[in-house]
């Protein structure tokens, strides 16, 4: 059926096409306030309704340039949708508006879209070279418990793609368990090793005040003091929907790169990444699946990425892959002949 519905959006609605990366978090933010089954609503629509979408409105190939004004809007509201669902659902547990499978339904829900929402856009802000940009993108990784990203992918992950020292680069048969277990540790290993490294011929002080990760971790710990101290109950939401949130990340990483291969002594190439056309996940992700052109220009904007001529092409969007991923087997069916 997507054969019958490819979209061509044009220059002036792809701006506007953006804003459904914003519906997720609305909806979370209405389940958090009203309780109940609403709580569950976003997880129905993230990982079931907007699966089936993907698949039903195929494709849209559009390469024209946008007016650069309207995308760069829709970061910012990015940030403060996920900050508003994060205020409402600490709030309401605090003041025992969500209690037993409610709470534990909105905080799977806001860890989704911590792990799409404010995961994505912290990405798009932590390659910018703008402190503007920079800080509110670490603060949105450390709002969902993430103290490694922004070292390791700015590092490690662009420069050793598709080769064996990236620890986010899954290897083929590889499953995404697997993954899981061994991207989150490396990446903390290998974040650790870069700032070391970086810092080596630092003073003692300025190895310890001047480590990214040594600022991070400490974030961490002060607000989980903080968070004890107020309530357990958000505490324990906080560390749960951070556990979420990494594992859509990791997701997302898992399907990028899948089973590819460079020799690290050649350049970066379109053919090292896993793109999709998809229009949902195109939109809905601010065209993180147009990954190919992001690697070989990492600090372009969102809005100015294309369709590369010699890209990988999954076998679905980044929507429509998760149960197929998840399953395993159905996944290694779709993806190892391509290889």
């Known amino acids: 059926m997507a054969k019958y519905l490819n979209f061509d959006l044009g220059k002036k609605s ?36 907007l699966g089936i979408l993907d698949q039903i409105f195929g494709e849209d190939h559009s390469n024209e340039e946008v ?59 932590v390659h910018k070279a703008s402190p503007w940009y920079r800080y509110p993108g670490q603060f949105l990784l450390l709002s969902v418990g993430n103290p490694y990203f922004y070292v390791h992918h700015l590092r490690i992950h662009h420069k050793d793609v598709a080769t064996q020292n990236d620890a986010v680069t899954a290897r083929k048969g590889e499953t995404i368990y697997q993954f ?23 003073s003692i002080w300025q190895k310890i005040f001047s480590n990214i990760q040594v600022r991070n971790y400490v974030f961490l710990l ?10 357990v109950e958000v505490l324990k939401a906080w560390w749960v929907l951070s556990v979420f949130a990494a594992i859509l990340l990791e997701y997302v990483n898992y399907i990028e790169h899948y089973g590819l291969e460079r020799d690290p002594a050649t350049p970066v190439g379109e053919e090292h990444s896993w793109n999709t056309q998809r229009i949902v996940s195109r939109y809905l992700l601010l065209d993180l699946p147009r990954h190919s052109h992001h690697h070989l220009h990492a600090n372009l904007d969102y809005y100015k990425l294309k369709e590369m001529p010699k890209e990988r092409v999954l076998p679905g969007g980044y929507a429509s892959l998760i149960m ?13 002949h391509r290889l």
């Open 324 to 336: 197929p991923v998840f399953s395993v087997v159905i996944w290694f069916k779709m993806i190892n």
């Open 222 to 231: 002060l607000t989980s003091l903080i968070l004890w101290q107020w309530d």
């Open 180 to 202: 899981l277990v061994r991207a989150i540790y490396q990446q903390h290993i290998q974040a650790w090793k870069s700032e070391r490294t970086r810092l080596k011929k630092r």
């Open 14 to 49: 792809r701006q506007w096409a953006y804003s459904m990366g914003l519906i997720p978090g609305i909806i979370t933010i209405w389940g958090n306030l009203e309780g109940g089954w609403f709580t569950s609503f976003n997880i129905f629509y993230s990982l079931g309704l």
């Open 67 to 125: 007016d650069s004004r309207i995308p760069k809007i829709w970061i910012w509201m990015h940030f403060a949708v996920h900050t508003i669902a994060m205020i409402t659902l600490f709030y309401q547990i605090h003041e025992f508006n969500l209690m037993g499978w409610e709470m534990w339904m909105a905080v799977f829900s806001t860890g989704l879209l911590g792990g799409s929402s404010a995961v994505v856009v912290a990405h798009e802000m």
